[in-house]
């Protein structure tokens, strides 16, 4: 399973597993949310649906931009990870709140004949994403302890080998751009605090990404992972101000 740490943390909390499970795989982002979450509890199964949530759009993001690269879709392994490795992960939390089993519109990725019929069947399952997220209800701080775990695992991806295979460098790409589009949202917060900290995260964040080689690519790309470690810093210390 290449999920990084997801699979154990959210298999863990989803499956009804001890909380424990997510505090050793996220001990440095339990830290820093434990600070931010003062005064208002962070609740860590729906903070775990949503890291899960991220990583299947960050799955339909590559689909899409690799099937509309005109890479051939048999070499199109993202979709085969959210089917294999995500979905399940994710649905019977998402079960558990309500939302209704989409795994048909992942499935219907992994069978796409062309890049029309993936991007048409990828933008089936974020819009599926879209409202199971909203479901969830997520309070700012959750959504902002996600993020910080989203960068974590973006972080751990980048960080395997020297140069990146192309699928952990494309893995790592995708999920800071997933992250970033998480924090537009954050930065429409009603709380003057949380949308101050979204922005300047934001930057940041931006800075790295434009600093990121192209991720459409058959050989091992190069890409140091330092500039990822010095962002996740500076945003848990961000965070440990709100």
């Excluded at 499956?15 to 600070?35: P, Y």
């Excluded at 993001?61 to 959210?82: E, K, T, Y």
């Excluded at 890049?115 to 209800?137: K, P, Q």
């Excluded at 970033?180 to 979204?198: F, N, Y």
């Amino acid at each position: 399973m290449k999920q990084s740490g997801l699979g154990l943390r959210v298999l863990s909390i989803l499956n009804g597993g001890a909380v424990v499970g997510l505090a050793m795989a996220t001990s440095s982002i339990t830290l820093s949310s434990a600070a931010m979450a003062e005064g208002e509890a962070v609740d860590e199964q729906r903070v775990a649906i949503l890291v899960g949530l991220d990583a299947l759009e960050r799955d339909m993001m590559l689909g899409m931009l690799l099937a509309q690269s005109g890479v051939a879709m048999a070499d199109i392994a993202h979709f085969i990870d959210a089917q294999q490795d995500t979905w399940p992960l994710l649905k019977d939390g998402l079960a558990g709140i309500g939302v209704e089993d989409y795994g048909n519109l992942v499935d219907a990725t992994t069978t796409a004949a062309d890049a029309a019929a993936a991007t048409a069947a990828a933008g089936d399952v974020n819009t599926a994403t879209i409202l199971a997220e909203a479901a969830l209800h997520a309070t700012d701080k959750e959504q902002i302890t996600a993020i910080l775990q989203g960068v974590s695992d973006a972080h751990v991806f980048l960080s395997k080998a020297s140069p990146n295979a192309v699928e952990d460098y494309q893995d790592g790409w995708a999920g800071l751009m997933v992250m970033r589009g998480k924090l537009d949202l954050l930065m429409q917060s009603a709380d003057p605090a949380i949308k101050k900290a979204a922005g300047d995260m934001a930057n940041d964040m931006d800075n790295v990404i434009l600093s990121m080689p192209d991720p459409v690519s058959v050989e091992p790309i190069e890409f140091a992972p330092d500039a990822v470690a010095e962002l996740l810093a500076d945003l848990q210390a961000l965070v440990g101000t709100l």
